[in-house]
C-alpha cells in the first residue's frame, strides 16, 4: 500500500529536549516536505526536499532542521523545542514530474506538545 | 507572495442540501493548480479536487465540483446532496506550476463545515 508514514504520532515534551519526528514513504517520490498546521493558519512550509542530500527552508524554517539522507526517509528535527512550537505536524511527499500537479501524499499528522 | 484566504472560518449544512465553500486567491503566475482538501476529526488530509489554472472547464468529483473564476481569482467548492461524512475542515490550497520549492502547497485558513441531520 502506497502510503506516508510518520512517528511518533502524538508527543509530549519539554522545552529543550531535543527530538525527531521520522517521516516515510514507499512511493519513490522524489520531492518530500514539513508542514506544520495552527488554528487560524492553515498549513505552512516548514522545509522541502526536492531529491537525497537536497533540502531548503520552506516558510516558518526557525527553530528546525531536517536531512535527507535516503530517498523514503526524511526526518524533521527539533534541537531545542520551544512551547511555540506546539503545533501539529505532517510530512508529504510527491512526485517531481508530472503534468497534472500530482498530488502531495500526506502522512497521518504527528501532534507536537512543548511543555 | 502568493496567498489564499477563505473567509469563511465556519459553513453549516442541512444533510442531502448544497453548501458552497469560498477561497480567493492572489498570484502573479499564469500557470499554477488550485485544490481543496478534506480533513476529518482522524486528521488526515484527503484530496478532494484539483483544478489545472489552463483548463477552463470546472472540474468535478461526484458530489463535488468547483467554480474556477480565473479572472476574479476565486476557487468555491460546491458539495452536493451534503452526507454526515462530509462534515470536516475543508482547505483550501494554491501551487505554482513549476516545481521548484519541492512543489509547496500554500493553504488558505480552513472552513469548519458541520452537516445537520
Not at chain 1, 22 to 40: A, I, K, L, V
Not at chain 2, 17 to 38: G, I, P
Not at chain 2, 61 to 70: D, I, P, T
Request: overall charge positive; hydrophobic content about 30%; glycine content about 6%.
Amino acid at each position: 500500500e502506497a502510503q506516508v508514514t510518520q512517528n511518533p504520532r502524538y508527543l509530549i515534551t519539554v522545552t529543550g529536549k531535543k527530538l525527531t519526528v521520522t517521516c516515510s514513504q514507499n512511493m519513490n517520490h522524489e520531492y518530500m516536505s514539513w508542514y506544520r498546521q495552527d488554528p487560524g493558519l492553515g498549513l505552512r512550509q516548514i522545509y522541502y526536499s526536492m531529491n537525497v542530500e537536497v533540502t531548503d527552508k520552506g516558510d516558518v524554517p526557525e527553530g528546525y532542521k531536517v536531512s535527507r539522507k535516503e530517498k523514503r526517509n526524511f526526518p524533521l528535527i527539533l534541537e531545542s523545542p520551544s512551547p511555540n512550537q506546539t503545533s501539529l505536524y505532517f510530512c508529504a511527499s510527491s512526485l517531481r514530474l508530472g503534468g497534472s500537479g500530482y498530488e502531495q501524499y500526506f502522512g497521518p499528522g504527528t501532534r507536537l506538545t512543548v511543555t | 507572495a502568493q496567498t489564499v484566504t477563505q473567509s469563511q472560518p465556519e459553513m453549516s449544512v442541512q444533510e442531502a442540501e448544497t453548501v458552497t465553500l469560498s477561497c480567493t486567491y492572489d498570484t502573479s503566475e499564469s500557470d499554477y493548480y488550485l485544490f481543496w482538501y478534506k480533513q476529518p476529526p482522524s486528521r488526515q488530509m484527503i484530496l478532494v479536487i484539483r483544478q489545472e489554472a489552463y483548463k477552463q472547464q470546472n472540474a468535478t468529483e461526484n458530489r463535488f465540483s468547483v467554480n474556477f473564476q480565473k479572472a476574479a481569482k476565486s476557487f468555491s467548492l460546491k458539495i452536493s446532496d451534503s452526507q454526515l461524512g462530509d462534515a470536516a475542515m475543508y482547505f483550501c490550497a494554491y501551487r505554482r506550476g513549476d516545481y521548484n520549492q519541492g512543489g509547496k502547497l500554500i493553504f488558505g485558513q480552513g472552513t469548519e463545515l458541520s452537516v445537520k441531520p
